[in-house]
């Protein structure tokens, strides 16, 4: 499989929303292509003998107690006092979801 088609790009640009140009195109189907041969290589190596790993630095995971602490908190009018704009309480920005429509 190690080398992809035009076609085969192409379906991966439109599941991940890429609108790309011809030369584009042709430019990530070689890239792509050298990556699935890369992994087809190291497919091919005996790991059979090899204990799986998932952890190397043999660090555990640090946990703390959750404090509330009351002198490090904002009111709301405080945090609203730098917005440019807001609505019943909250910060308002510009939707960034507007005008998107799946094809």
Known sequence: MGKL??????????????PLKASEIEKLRLQL???VTFVEELNKVDTS?????HQTTGLGDITRTDEVKVDNHFTQE??????????KGYFAVPSILAGRSKK
């Open 78 to 87: 405080q945090a609203l006092s730098g917005s440019k704009k807001t609505y």
């Open 49 to 53: 003998d090899i204990e799986p790993t």
């Open 5 to 18: 088609t035009k076609r085969q790009v192409e379906h991966v640009a439109r599941l991940a929303d890429l």
């Open 33 to 35: 292509s050298e990556i």
